[in-house]
């Protein structure tokens, strides 16, 4: 026996005998139908949002950049940023250094 499975069995839950805990309720019991319809309500709401949330995703998602577009993108835009400051620094050289 390891140390993990002896502390594991010493350990005890007469503690637990002392909470009081919510009673479940019976299957044998009739529901209330008023309290069965406002369920049904909320549950056809649920998933109308759901639906909704869904038509929004599918037109979204394909628009969405991926990873590999992101990183074209940003290495395109980083050669443009570094041949103008190098177009600039090369005018202003000529300019000021003649």
Same mark, same amino acid.
């Given at each position: ?22 009673p ?7 529901s @209330? ?5 406002a /369920? ?5 709401? !649920?998933?109308?949002a759901? &639906?909704?949330? #869904?038509? @929004?995703?599918?037109a979204?998602?394909? /628009? ?5 577009? !992101?990183?074209?993108?940003? &290495?395109?835009? #980083? ?10 620094d ?6 000021f250094?003649?």
């Amino acid at each position: 026996m390891n140390l993990r499975s002896a502390a594991l069995t010493d350990r005890t839950f007469d503690h637990l005998e002392s909470w009081s805990v919510m009673p479940l309720p019976s299957i044998d019991k009739p529901s @209330r139908a008023h309290e069965d319809r406002a /369920m049904e309500d909320r549950i056809r709401s !649920l998933e109308g949002a759901v &639906a909704g949330i #869904t038509a @929004r995703l599918d037109a979204t998602l394909p /628009m969405l950049a991926t990873k590999a577009d !992101l990183h074209s993108e940003i &290495a395109s835009q #980083t050669w443009k940023i570094v041949g103008w400051v190098t177009t600039v620094d090369y005018g202003l050289c000529t300019v000021f250094f003649r």
